[in-house]
């Protein structure tokens, strides 16, 4: 998948997480959050569950990507990372 479907995955994927989880987070951190949520997503969906991958710009992708990006904002949340995210705000 080529740069821009990442960018343009991830910002939808944090987006749509930001939204999911309560937090206020700013276009950077969302594409960063999302792009991460992807990758996450992608390793635990196709390597640990055997069910899906992030493959490009799809339903399916995005599905993957969002339930990614949800994790990744739970475990920074829970951790108490620094800033607004792990603040939980």
């Not at 999911?20 to 992807?38: D, K, N, T, W, Y």
């Not at 399916?60 to 951790?79: H, K, P, T, Y």
Request: zero cysteines; aromatic letters at 4%.
């Amino acid at each position: 998948m080529g740069i821009l479907a990442w960018i343009v995955l991830g910002a939808i994927a944090g987006f749509i997480a930001n939204l999911i989880m309560g937090s206020r987070e700013g276009l950077v951190m969302m594409v960063v959050l999302g792009i991460v949520g992807a990758v996450v997503g992608g390793f635990v969906a196709g390597t640990l569950l055997h069910v899906a991958d992030v493959t490009g710009l799809n339903l399916e992708s995005l599905a993957v990507a969002v339930l990614g990006a949800v994790l990744v904002i739970f475990v920074v949340q829970r951790l108490g990372g620094r800033g607004r995210l792990g603040r939980g705000i």
